[in-house]
C-alpha cells in the first residue's frame, strides 16, 4: 500500500515504483514485519496486520475480549485475513518440506542466475538500451520493475540497472552511443509524487491541509477541480506532495489505510511494542522553546560524538515535533523528551524526570518542565549525562531482548564449555578461530547503499590472563594485553600483517560496576597493521574468581561505507550479554 511503502522509505513518483523492486520492497517487508512483532509479539499476529493493517488487528482483539491468539482472534478479522496466514504457514512448510511430498522446485536458467548491477548516470530509454545489447525491451523491462515508464530518469542521482553479467561489459562500452538513438524522444523528466488521497476531518480548510503536505491552495484546487476554498467532513482530495515534506503528517495517513499501532492515552490495554528507528529520540515542544536557550541544551547533550568511532556521528539523532503533531501515533516512539515552558504551581522549579513504559513496551519517556527557558536549559546541562545514559542503555539493551529473540544456542553451548561462560551471539554468527589461548567469533553481513551490495563485519573475542594485582585494570595494562592477544591470533590478509590499536585517536577508559562486579570498559579504534582496515572496538573485563584469571569480552565492527555507531550497539549489546556459566546439575 501507497503510505506503508512511503512510511518504509520505498521511492513512489511519476518514474520509479520501488515496490515494484525485488530487493528494495524485500527490504521494507522485512522491516514492516519486525516491527509488527515488536507490537504485538507473536508473529501469528504480526502476519496478521502485515495483511489487513494494525487498525483491524487492533479491532479484531478488542472485539475478542482481549484475547491475543490469532485463532481466537481469526473471525473478527476480514474474512481474506483469515486465510492469509494458515496459507502462509501451508506455503513455508512446502517451502521447508517439499521433497516429502515429492515436489521439486525448478532449476533457474543461467540468464536468470547470473545477474548483476551497474549504476546509470543519465537520462536513458529502454529502447536506446536494447537495441545495442542481446536483450529485448521486454526482458529488460522484467529485469528492472521499478521503472515505470521503461526510462532510467538519472537527471541528478545515479540509479541502477539490473543486466546478465554477460551484458555488463556491452552496456559499458556502448553507453555513450545509447544516447545518440532517437534522443527527441526522451521526454524532460519532471518528478510528480504519486497522489495520495486525504480524507477531509472537522475544522479542516485547505490552507491548512496544503500548510500540511507543502503545497499551496491553488494546486489542491488545480488536482480536485475545486471552484471555491469550500470543502466538507469526509470529502477525499488528492494531493500530489513531496513526502519530504510532510513526514509528520504521513503518520496521521496511515489511519486511512488501516495502519495504527497500539494503546492510546487512558487505554486500559496492554502496552503496545515501540515504534521508531534506534538511535532517534523525539523532542515535543513548541517551536519557541526548539529554536531558544532550552533547544540549545539539547542539542547540546545529544548531538555530542558517539565515543571514539573514525567520524562524527551524534549520541542520538533529534526529531522535532510540535504539541499537537504529538498524536497517538507518534506516542509509541522508542525515546520521547517532552518539553513546556509554563507558569503554573507544578512549573515553579524546573524539574527533568525520567520515566519508562508511558505509552509503549521499553519506551524511555521524559519531560521537562519550568517557568523560563534558562532554567529549563540549567536543569537539563545538570543531568545531561544522565540522559545519554538512559537512552544508550536502553537502546543497548534493546538490541540485546532482539539478539535474544533467534541466538546460535550452539555457540553459546560450546563457549560454556570452552570459556566457562556464555555471550547471545545472533544465530548467523559463526566461529573463526577457537583455541586454549583465544576464541574469535564472525558475523558476516551485507548491506545495500547506493545501489551495491557491501560487507560489513563484527567480531567477537574472548581470551584470559591470570590475575596479579588491581594494576591490570589500568588502561594502559589493558591496551598492552589486547595488543598482544591480538598480534599473536588476529592476522589481517596480508603476509605478516596483524590487527592492534590505532593509537593516533585516544581511547577512552572507564570503571565500571557490571552486573555487580567491578570491571574495565574501553573503547577505541583498532587496525590491521600492514593493511588499510580499520574501525571501532568496545572491549569489557572483569575478574573470574573461579579461576582467579581476567576475563576479556571484545567486539568490533567493520562497515567502511556505513555510519557505526548503531553497530557498535549492536556490539555492546553482545560483549555485555556476558554471564559465568553453570554447569548443567544432573538429576539423579
Same mark, same amino acid.
Given at each position: 500500500m501507497y503510505a506503508t511503502a512511503k512510511y518504509h522509505g520505498l521511492r513512489i513518483d511519476s518514474y520509479i515504483d520501488e515496490r515494484h523492486d525485488p530487493v528494495r520492497s524485500s527490504e521494507a517487508a522485512?522491516?514492516?514485519?519486525?516491527?509488527?512483532?515488536?507490537?504485538?509479539?507473536?508473529?501469528?499476529?504480526?502476519?496478521?496486520?502485515?495483511?489487513?493493517?494494525?487498525?483491524?488487528?487492533?479491532?479484531?482483539?478488542?472485539?475478542?475480549?482481549?484475547?491475543?491468539?490469532?485463532?481466537?482472534?481469526?473471525?473478527?478479522?476480514?474474512?481474506?485475513?483469515?486465510?492469509?496466514?494458515?496459507?502462509?504457514?501451508?506455503?513455508v512448510y512446502l517451502m521447508e518440506f517439499s521433497q516429502e511430498h515429492n515436489i521439486y522446485p525448478d532449476q533457474v536458467s543461467p540468464s536468470f542466475a547470473f545477474l548483476d548491477t551497474v549504476m546509470v548516470d543519465e537520462v536513458l530509454r529502454f529502447d536506446q538500451i536494447a537495441p545495442l545489447l542481446d536483450l529485448e525491451e521486454r526482458r529488460l523491462a522484467q529485469l528492472n520493475p521499478m521503472y515505470r515508464m521503461d526510462i532510467i530518469p538519472a537527471t541528478v542521482e545515479r540509479f541502477p540497472l539490473v543486466l546478465p553479467q554477460s551484458e555488463i561489459p556491452r552496456f559499458i562500452a556502448f553507453q555513450d552511443s545509447m544516447r545518440t538513438l532517437a534522443p527527441e524522444r526522451t521526454p524532460d523528466?519532471?518528478?510528480?509524487?504519486?497522489?495520495?488521497?486525504?480524507?477531509?476531518?472537522?475544522?479542516?480548510?485547505?490552507?491548512?491541509?496544503?500548510?500540511?503536505?507543502?503545497?499551496?491552495?491553488?494546486?489542491?484546487?488545480?488536482?480536485?477541480?475545486?471552484?471555491?476554498?469550500?470543502?466538507?467532513?469526509?470529502?477525499?482530495?488528492?494531493?500530489?506532495?513531496?513526502?519530504?515534506?510532510?513526514?509528520?503528517?504521513?503518520?496521521?495517513?496511515?489511519?486511512?489505510?488501516?495502519?495504527?499501532?497500539?494503546?492510546?492515552?487512558?487505554?486500559?490495554?496492554?502496552?503496545?511494542?515501540?515504534?521508531?528507528?534506534s538511535g532517534e529520540v523525539?523532542?515535543?515542544?513548541?517551536?519557541?522553546?526548539?529554536?531558544?536557550?532550552?533547544?540549545?541544551?539539547?542539542?547540546?547533550?545529544?548531538?555530542?560524538?558517539?565515543?571514539?568511532?573514525?567520524?562524527?556521528?551524534?549520541?542520538?539523532?533529534?526529531?522535532?515535533?510540535?504539541?499537537?503533531?504529538?498524536?497517538?501515533?507518534?506516542?509509541?516512539?522508542?525515546?520521547i523528551v517532552v518539553l513546556e515552558l509554563a507558569d503554573r504551581v507544578d512549573t515553579q522549579e524546573a524539574k527533568v524526570s525520567i520515566?519508562?513504559?508511558?505509552?509503549?513496551?521499553?519506551?524511555?519517556?521524559?519531560?521537562?518542565?519550568?517557568?523560563?527557558?534558562?532554567?529549563?536549559?540549567?536543569?537539563?546541562?545538570?543531568?545531561?549525562?544522565?540522559?545519554?545514559?538512559?537512552?544508550?542503555?536502553?537502546?543497548?539493551?534493546?538490541?540485546?531482548?532482539?539478539? &535474544?529473540?533467534?541466538?546460535?544456542?550452539?555457540?553459546?553451548?560450546?563457549?560454556?564449555?570452552?570459556?566457562?561462560?556464555?555471550?547471545?551471539?545472533?544465530?548467523?554468527?559463526?566461529? &573463526?578461530?577457537?583455541?586454549?589461548?583465544?576464541?574469535?567469533?564472525?558475523?558476516?553481513?551485507?548491506?545495500?547503499?547506493?545501489?551495491d551490495n557491501h560487507d560489513v563485519q563484527q567480531g567477537f573475542f574472548i581470551y584470559r590472563e591470570p590475575y596479579v594485582d588491581d594494576q591490570q585494570f589500568s588502561m594502559s595494562a589493558r591496551l598492552k594485553a589486547r595488543n598482544a592477544a591480538l598480534r599473536a591470533h588476529v592476522s589481517g590478509r596480508n603476509a605478516g600483517s596483524y590487527m592492534t590499536t590505532e593509537m593516533r585517536y585516544s581511547p577512552s577508559y572507564e570503571d565500571v560496576v557490571f552486573k555487580g562486579q567491578f570491571a574495565s570498559e574501553l573503547r577505541g579504534?583498532?587496525?590491521?597493521?600492514?593493511?588499510?582496515?580499520?574501525?571501532?572496538?568496545?572491549?569489557?573485563?572483569?575478574?573470574?574468581?573461579?579461576?582467579?584469571?581476567?576475563?576479556?569480552?571484545?567486539?568490533?565492527?567493520y562497515a567502511p561505507y556505513f555510519e557505526k555507531r548503531e553497530y557498535m550497539r549492536e556490539v555492546e549489546a553482545i560483549v555485555r550479554s556476558l554471564r559465568w556459566y553453570e554447569t548443567p546439575i544432573t538429576q539423579p
Amino acid at each position: 500500500m501507497y503510505a506503508t511503502a512511503k512510511y518504509h522509505g520505498l521511492r513512489i513518483d511519476s518514474y520509479i515504483d520501488e515496490r515494484h523492486d525485488p530487493v528494495r520492497s524485500s527490504e521494507a517487508a522485512c522491516t514492516y514485519l519486525a516491527k509488527l512483532y515488536g507490537i504485538y509479539d507473536d508473529w501469528y499476529l504480526a502476519l496478521a496486520a502485515y495483511n489487513a493493517g494494525p487498525g483491524n488487528v487492533n479491532r479484531a482483539i478488542r472485539r475478542s475480549g482481549g484475547k491475543r491468539n490469532f485463532w481466537e482472534i481469526r473471525f473478527f478479522l476480514p474474512r481474506e485475513t483469515r486465510n492469509y496466514v494458515p496459507t502462509f504457514m501451508a506455503v513455508v512448510y512446502l517451502m521447508e518440506f517439499s521433497q516429502e511430498h515429492n515436489i521439486y522446485p525448478d532449476q533457474v536458467s543461467p540468464s536468470f542466475a547470473f545477474l548483476d548491477t551497474v549504476m546509470v548516470d543519465e537520462v536513458l530509454r529502454f529502447d536506446q538500451i536494447a537495441p545495442l545489447l542481446d536483450l529485448e525491451e521486454r526482458r529488460l523491462a522484467q529485469l528492472n520493475p521499478m521503472y515505470r515508464m521503461d526510462i532510467i530518469p538519472a537527471t541528478v542521482e545515479r540509479f541502477p540497472l539490473v543486466l546478465p553479467q554477460s551484458e555488463i561489459p556491452r552496456f559499458i562500452a556502448f553507453q555513450d552511443s545509447m544516447r545518440t538513438l532517437a534522443p527527441e524522444r526522451t521526454p524532460d523528466i519532471v518528478f510528480v509524487p504519486e497522489p495520495i488521497t486525504y480524507h477531509v476531518k472537522n475544522g479542516d480548510v485547505l490552507g491548512k491541509i496544503a500548510d500540511h503536505f507543502g503545497v499551496s491552495v491553488r494546486q489542491l484546487k488545480e488536482w480536485n477541480g475545486l471552484s471555491s476554498s469550500m470543502i466538507r467532513i469526509g470529502q477525499k482530495l488528492k494531493i500530489h506532495a513531496n513526502p519530504s515534506n510532510f513526514s509528520v503528517t504521513l503518520l496521521a495517513l496511515l489511519t486511512a489505510f488501516g495502519v495504527g499501532c497500539g494503546s492510546q492515552e487512558g487505554a486500559r490495554t496492554a502496552l503496545t511494542g515501540k515504534v521508531g528507528a534506534s538511535g532517534e529520540v523525539v523532542v515535543v515542544c513548541d517551536d519557541v522553546i526548539w529554536d531558544g536557550v532550552v533547544g540549545d541544551s539539547l542539542r547540546s547533550i545529544f548531538d555530542r560524538p558517539f565515543p571514539v568511532l573514525p567520524q562524527y556521528e551524534p549520541w542520538f539523532k533529534l526529531v522535532h515535533l510540535e504539541p499537537e503533531a504529538f498524536d497517538r501515533f507518534w506516542k509509541p516512539h522508542r525515546n520521547i523528551v517532552v518539553l513546556e515552558l509554563a507558569d503554573r504551581v507544578d512549573t515553579q522549579e524546573a524539574k527533568v524526570s525520567i520515566y519508562k513504559e508511558k505509552y509503549s513496551r521499553d519506551q524511555i519517556y521524559v519531560t521537562g518542565t519550568a517557568r523560563r527557558g534558562d532554567e529549563l536549559a540549567s536543569a537539563l546541562a545538570d543531568q545531561s549525562q544522565e540522559l545519554v545514559s538512559v537512552f544508550h542503555r536502553a537502546e543497548v539493551e534493546r538490541y540485546a531482548d532482539l539478539i &535474544a529473540l533467534d541466538e546460535n544456542e550452539v555457540i553459546r553451548a560450546e563457549l560454556g564449555v570452552r570459556a566457562q561462560l556464555e555471550l547471545t551471539v545472533p544465530r548467523d554468527a559463526r566461529w &573463526a578461530k577457537k583455541n586454549e589461548e583465544f576464541l574469535w567469533i564472525d558475523r558476516q553481513l551485507t548491506r545495500m547503499k547506493g545501489g551495491d551490495n557491501h560487507d560489513v563485519q563484527q567480531g567477537f573475542f574472548i581470551y584470559r590472563e591470570p590475575y596479579v594485582d588491581d594494576q591490570q585494570f589500568s588502561m594502559s595494562a589493558r591496551l598492552k594485553a589486547r595488543n598482544a592477544a591480538l598480534r599473536a591470533h588476529v592476522s589481517g590478509r596480508n603476509a605478516g600483517s596483524y590487527m592492534t590499536t590505532e593509537m593516533r585517536y585516544s581511547p577512552s577508559y572507564e570503571d565500571v560496576v557490571f552486573k555487580g562486579q567491578f570491571a574495565s570498559e574501553l573503547r577505541g579504534l583498532w587496525r590491521i597493521e600492514g593493511d588499510f582496515m580499520g574501525g571501532p572496538f568496545y572491549s569489557l573485563t572483569l575478574f573470574d574468581e573461579r579461576s582467579g584469571d581476567l576475563v576479556t569480552v571484545e567486539g568490533y565492527a567493520y562497515a567502511p561505507y556505513f555510519e557505526k555507531r548503531e553497530y557498535m550497539r549492536e556490539v555492546e549489546a553482545i560483549v555485555r550479554s556476558l554471564r559465568w556459566y553453570e554447569t548443567p546439575i544432573t538429576q539423579p
